[in-house]
């Protein structure tokens, strides 16, 4: 257990509905990080938050994406008009040292399946 | 972000040791060398990083070539709980604090 918290860890949802993902990091502040991840892919990078400021999002992140951290503590990943595509485990990863060589603390996933 | 080539997949015994290969022929000079791996159901784990020299912890070793070019990970006695996907993954010093995640090796141990 990393102390990454993740919910729900698994959803089902039919194609078109909004769903909410939510990670509760170890601490507060510090950077977060959202992945996700498809059958037999690595990890793909999606967004990340030093404190409250969201400072990069990849172009995976299209526009049905929105994540947030409100105030630097948890963080929500909702998606808007779910796709089939959108069939993922979504990961929450928190960093606790400032640095490229501190690790990356990953909570268990979301897995979001879409019919 | 640098490339690192690594097997699909790999197989070894229970109690034997285990050399998990990496290759990053185009490393700069700040990028660290990071290994993760993420058991069944889970998120990834860190398990070692190094710059140049050779790293060990409690979980494995990181040899690292002369040139930086390729890199070995060595888990001294396999158990059936290493059976995981490894990542190896370079990270920039001086860039993005993101990781950037291949497709990894599949290792496989048999009792």
């Known amino acids: 257990d990393t102390g990454v918290s993740q919910d729900p860890r698994h959803k089902i949802t039919k194609r078109g509905q909004n769903v909410t993902f939510r990670c509760d990091p170890i601490s507060e502040h510090n950077r977060l990080y959202w992945y996700r991840q498809t059958l037999g892919q690595g990890p793909e990078f999606l967004t990340y938050f030093q404190n409250e400021a969201q400072l990069e999002k990849s172009r995976l992140l299209s526009d049905r994406f929105s994540a947030e951290r409100p105030k630097g503590s948890f963080s929500t990943l909702e998606i808007q008009r779910t796709e089939q595509g959108d069939s993922a485990m979504y990961l929450c990863?928190?960093?606790?040292?400032?640095?490229?060589?501190?690790?990356?603390?990953f909570g268990e996933g979301s897995r979001l399946t879409v019919l | 972000d640098a490339k690192t080539t690594q097997p699909n997949s790999m197989e070894s015994n229970e109690e034997e040791p285990v050399h998990l290969p990496c290759n990053h022929s185009t490393i700069s000079g700040t990028d660290y060398i990071h290994w993760y791996r993420q058991l069944p159901s889970q998120g990834p784990e860190y398990v070692i990083h190094g710059l140049t020299s050779n790293v060990n912890n409690r979980m494995a070793s990181l040899a690292i070539a002369e040139d930086r070019k390729s890199s070995t990970l060595i888990l001294h006695r396999a158990t059936l709980r290493d059976a995981a996907v490894y990542y190896c993954?370079?990270?920039?010093?001086?860039?993005?604090?993101?990781?950037?995640f291949g497709t990894g090796t599949r290792l496989q141990v048999f009792p």
């Open positions: 993954i370079l990270r920039d010093q001086a860039g993005t604090d993101k990781l950037i």
């Open positions: 990863a928190q960093a606790l040292t400032s640095g490229n060589t501190g690790e990356l603390f």
